[in-house]
């Protein structure tokens, strides 16, 4: 719906060539994105909204659920099997009778019931290996789930301050908005009297219009960074998001520069990182998960037990002083075919293709290939604090210069109306100079939101926390 607005109002712009109209309509569309907001969101909100909604998370904590099952299912393999089997059959024509293994031809039914058990006594603990490695990737699909909640915290509070830069910027064009209409009021006021030529109003009125464009693009910059957050927060794109804009930009806190040197930044974050915690535990599955591969390189003792009976409707006796024959009562034959059974199996691999050493030295690669894993994830984020760090000291010094830009350009700026109101500068190079603060100021106001970004990633690499 937006964007339609939009286009309409491009087009209207296009079309119109009456300043005050545009300026109208520029104000109307701010409304209608202003009179949708019915709540504000803090950042503190939106990063708890995000935690429980973010896609992201969601499939993290799946996978983490995942790694849970693995380990507690290797722990209940431990557990002695135990398994209980019945079956039944109807046979006809010539078979053997189940009851005496004596060729018949009739039809009869048979039925036997079972308990079997089995348990592994020693596999050079192969199994416990295997568990210990199940544990260890649980606890690091833990902290990669912890990692998946930072980082969105994190992109949380860099799209809130996108969004705080965009709205400073469209403040800053209704400004520039504002003056330019009141200077072209001003000047058609003169030109009327006589006092200037017309070309000067024809020129303000092009400014205007350009100021105009400059405010819708601002405007839907705003609606951009916006769109950014409710992907983040998994919000629905018809629910209203308006943040929560501190009193006062400059009183966010943050840390000095020497609170946040790189190399101690580093050695922090070493301690807190989450996926640096979970790549030492990936190394500590990886090596257990080696040493069971190689358990399972010897003999494997094993103990079972079985319990089972059976009945055929075929199973007759003659009873005594009888010539017709009955059949076996039920619980009679349980009683007597009942079967009991206790084994010991020792299993000794010798030659199977090589898979059982083939599979140990797979375990071996990965966990070379886990420790580069490791090393790589070490480096990057020691680069990515010392980026910061220049990226944060350039910011500040970007920061300070632009401050001093726009006192340099304000004064300008106020010698350059004196200078005109009294007719001793024409519209285009005052128009400049007008441009020129406009820049300057929104040159702070970027340089100043880069500035407490930059600061804010270093901290964020400290702590592993953010706020504003």
Known sequence: MLSLQLLYFWNVMKLSKKPGFVLALCLLFANVVTVKAQDTWSLQR??????????????????????????????????????????????????????????????????????????????????????????????????????????????????????????????????????????????????????????????????????????????????????????????????????????????????????????????????????????????RSMERSYASYKGQLYPKLT??????????????????????PKTISLSDQVSNNFKQVIGLSLNVPILNGWQARTNVQKAKLNITNQQLVRDKDNQQLRQDIYTAHANAVAAIQKFSASSKGVVASQRAYDFATKRFDLGLMNTIDYITTQSNLFKAQVDKVSAQYDYIFKMKLLEFYRDQKITL
């Open 303 to 324: 103990a079972s037990g079985n319990l089972n009976s059976f009945y055929a409707s075929s199973a007759k006796y003659i009873p005594t002083g009888q010539t017709e």
């Open 46 to 283: 939106s990063v708890d909204y995000a935690l429980a909604n973010n896609i992201t998370i969601k499939q993290q904590d799946v996978q983490k659920r995942l790694a849970n099952l693995t380990f507690r299912q290797s722990q209940l393999s431990q557990i002695p099997t135990v398994n209980v089997g019945v079956d039944g059959s109807y046979s006809s024509g010539r078979s053997i009778d189940p009851s005496n293994n004596a060729y018949i031809t009739q039809s009869y039914f048979s039925s036997s019931a079972g308990l079997s058990s089995g348990a592994t006594i020693f596999n050079w603990f192969s199994q416990q290996n295997l568990i210990a490695s199940n544990k260890y990737q649980a606890q690091a699909q833990d902290r990669l789930l912890e990692k998946a909640r930072n980082d969105v915290a994190f992109n949380i509070a860099s799209a809130f301050l996108q969004i705080l830069l965009n709205n400073e910027q469209v403040h800053i064009s209704e400004l520039q908005v504002k003056l330019t209409t009141s200077q072209l009021e001003n000047t058609k006021k003169l030109v009327i009297a006589g006092s200037v030529p017309e070309s000067n109003q024809a020129d303000l009125e092009s400014k205007l219009a350009s100021d105009s464009v400059t405010l819708v693009t601002a405007q839907n910059q705003v609606i951009l960074s916006v769109l950014q957050m409710k992907a983040l927060l998994n919000l629905g794109f018809e629910v209203p998001y308006v943040p929560e804009i501190p009193e006062k930009i400059a009183d966010i806190p943050l840390p000095r520069l020497d609170e946040v040197d790189p190399e101690m930044v580093y050695s922090a974050a070493l301690n807190s990182n989450p996926l640096i915690k979970a790549d030492e535990l990936l190394i």
